[in-house]
């Protein structure tokens, strides 16, 4: 089992930043593809940026690309999401999602390539 815990969340005005992190524990060794998605009120969850394991170019949704930066830190388990430049439309809850069984490195947008969740964090952007 992997357990994930986001943090970081919050309310800044437009153009502010965030930075927010999920701390994986337990078998962490298994997740071959992590990723944060959001989801806003009255919208499907959408992945925001992937990020592979093994290596390669992290995936970023095209909304977000030039402004967020996923990286993580294997020694300390934990996953990031650097957020600069926020905008109103960037209001949702943000989810960490871990992947052990493979799906997501061929589909790695899709909610049901990932078998582990964290609880989500709020970010909310003022105009």
């Known amino acids: 089992q992997v357990q994930l815990v986001e943090s970081g969340g919050g309310s800044v005005q437009a153009g502010g930043s965030l930075r927010l992190s999920c701390e994986a524990s337990?078998?962490?060794?298994?997740?071959?593809?992590m990723s944060w998605f959001r989801q806003a009120p009255g919208k499907e969850r959408e992945a925001v940026a992937v990020i592979y394991v093994g290596g390669g170019s992290p995936y970023y949704a095209d909304s977000v690309k030039g402004r967020f930066t996923i990286s993580r830190d294997n020694a300390k388990n934990t996953l990031y999401l650097q957020m600069n430049s926020l905008k109103p439309e960037d209001t949702a809850m943000y989810y960490c999602a871990a992947d052990s069984s493979g799906i997501a490195l061929r589909y790695p947008r899709e909610v049901t390539s990932y078998n582990y969740w964290g609880q989500g964090t709020q970010v909310t952007v003022s105009s």
């Open positions: 337990g078998y962490t060794y298994r997740s071959v593809c």
